[in-house]
Structure formats: structure tokens, C-alpha cells
């Protein structure tokens, strides 16, 4: 067993499980499920079966190191070595877990590493005068309600900041904050998109121009409601709690601080980036992670009742 002792000893004293020495898996079989495995002994080549109703199969440890080979110092196993967390033997080029992890081999464990090669490089591009920054633009990140018009006089998918009473247009497709998804809630015929945020969040960077690019193409159909977990407003603090999922107002909170979970919470939000659609005052649809922007169109049209639109 590749296991330690300790893991050993616990796994063969529990009375829930029977292990299987010498055994290998050769074949699976069942109808709709999965009934048992075909197994056979690896000394004997004796043959057997095995009824289960699941599998786990673990595909070994080889490292994928073919790439570098040649190029970085690999031991004998094919893992990269590596000096001081994530240097290998050619400058300017840094591994990251379990290409040279041979004793943990943990998500937790590899992203830690990952960030550590990341930092590497990045410390020996600026030595070496090679890192480059790049910046948008005032013009390019200037906040707009609803549609603003750019140069070609094509629509620019942006939210503005948080709506407030004074500032809130129903006639805007897209909207940020709990105020306008509560006025929308209420008030709103279109199905209405709310995408979940957080500023920390890196996925959620990458979802807001695709799901805004999206929205662009409901133009008039749809309500976008953009919700920062963590940001909060003085108007907001005035605002009542409000769950879109229990459709009912509670206590009025009055904080001082300036995040806001409790939205997200009670809408059921475990993660960011979310979306969920609402439509009749009803949640229709809850989505976790990025998708891709057919996916997104697929679901909207399928309760716009309208025919699937293929990007250019």
C-alpha cells in the first residue's frame, strides 16, 4: 500500500470496510446503474466479480512532465526538481504542484504552489526588465447607467453604481444594487437576470462582460441587477431587508458598517459569481461559476419563449 502506517491501520480496523489485496479492476458492468466490477487477481490471474453500486478509480501518480523534458532537471520518477519552492534548473521558468509535489499531492497544497511560482516569475520578470503593465483607460472604465452609446453608436454593456430611489429608472435594463432588484421584484414584467459578485472574486471578473454581452443582446426584454455581497450604501441602510426568494420584508436593520452579505444569503447564494433569473415573482433559474455565453442565451430564451440567438 502506498498509504502511510497510521492510514493503513485505521482502514484495515474499520469494520465498514473489506479491502481487496492484489486485486485489479478489469471491466465494469451494469444496466442504467452500476451493478459490479469484473475483477482478477494480479498474482494468480484468477477472474471474479464484485457487486457494487459505485466506483472510485484512481489513475495513478505519473507526473506530466514530457513537456519540460530535456529542458529542466527531472528526477528519476519524471518530477521536476525544484530549489527554493518553485525554481527549477533553468532560470525564468517555475513548477507548481504535483508536477514535483511527490509527497502531498493536495489541491489545497498544489494552489498554494501555484502561487509561489506565480510570484517567482513575476519577481524574475521585474528583475530581468520584462514585466510589462497594462492599464485600461479613464474613458474605457467610466461607469454608465443602462445603455451608453460608444463611438460607433453601438450600445456599451455597463452598471452604474448603486441605485438609490432618486436615481432608479425602470426603463434602464440594467440596474446594481438590492434597491433596484427589490423595485423589480415587484414592479418589473421582464425576467430578471441578478448576477452575485464580490470584489475579491477573480471568476466574477471574468463573467461580468460576458453575461453583459449577453443581457445586450435582450435589449428591452430583460432586467439586469449586478449584486456586490460586500458592498453596502447609507441608502441601502435605509432600505428593508429583502429576500427575492421568500418575497417578504422583515425587520429594518439600521448598520453602520458597509457590507451586506445578508442578500445574498437569503436568496440562497452560497458563492460567487451567481446568477439567478426571476420571472413572475418566481426564481426560475440558479446558476454557479462561468458559463459559456451560449448557455447563458439558451436559458434566457427559453423563458423569453424566444428562438435561440447565434453570436457573429
Not at 70 to 97: I, M, N
Not at 130 to 135: C, I, S, T, W
Not at 224 to 251: G, L, M, N, Y
Request: hydrophobic share 35%; net charge neutral.
Amino acid at each position: 500500500m502506498r498509504a502511510s502506517k497510521a492510514m493503513q491501520d485505521r482502514t484495515l480496523a474499520n469494520p465498514n470496510v473489506t479491502v481487496h489485496l492484489n486485486t485489479g479492476v478489469e471491466d465494469a458492468f451494469g444496466g442504467e446503474v452500476l451493478e459490479g466490477l469484473k475483477l482478477f487477481d494480479t498474482h494468480t490471474g484468477e477472474k471474479r466479480t464484485l457487486a457494487v453500486k459505485g466506483l472510485f478509480y484512481g489513475i495513478g501518480h505519473t507526473p506530466n512532465s514530457k513537456l519540460v523534458a530535456g529542458q529542466v532537471e527531472l528526477d528519476e520518477a519524471g518530477y521536476v526538481k525544484v530549489t527554493h519552492g518553485a525554481s527549477t534548473s533553468l532560470p525564468g521558468v517555475f513548477a507548481a504542484g504535483d508536477l514535483h509535489d511527490t509527497e502531498w499531492r493536495q489541491a489545497i497544497t498544489a494552489a498554494g504552489s501555484g502561487c509561489m511560482a506565480a510570484l517567482a516569475a513575476e519577481r524574475f520578470l521585474t528583475a530581468n526588465n520584462l514585466a510589462r503593465q497594462f492599464k485600461q483607460s479613464e474613458a474605457a472604465t467610466a461607469p454608465t447607467n443602462g445603455h451608453a452609446a460608444n463611438g460607433n453608436g453601438a450600445d456599451k454593456a455597463t452598471t452604474a453604481s448603486v441605485d438609490t430611489p432618486e436615481a432608479f429608472d425602470i426603463n434602464n435594463d440594467k440596474h446594481k444594487g438590492q434597491y433596484a432588484l427589490r423595485k423589480l421584484y415587484h414592479e418589473s414584467k421582464r425576467l430578471i437576470c441578478v448576477l452575485y459578485t464580490a470584489p475579491t472574486c477573480g471568476p466574477c471578473r471574468t463573467l461580468k462582460p460576458i453575461f453583459n454581452a449577453v443581457v445586450d443582446e435582450y435589449k428591452g426584454k430583460v432586467h439586469f441587477v449586478e449584486i456586490d455581497i460586500e458592498q453596502r450604501t447609507e441608502e441601502e441602510d435605509r432600505c428593508v431587508h429583502w429576500s427575492p426568494t421568500k418575497a417578504s420584508r422583515t425587520t429594518v436593520k439600521m448598520l453602520n458598517n458597509k457590507h451586506d452579505p445578508e442578500i445574498a444569503e437569503a436568496a440562497g447564494v452560497m458563492g460567487t459569481p451567481t446568477v439567478q433569473m426571476f420571472k413572475d415573482k418566481a426564481r426560475v433559474e440558479q446558476l454557479s461559476g462561468v458559463k459559456m455565453k451560449k448557455d447563458y442565451r439558451e436559458i434566457i430564451s427559453r423563458h423569453l419563449g424566444a428562438e435561440v440567438k447565434v453570436a457573429a
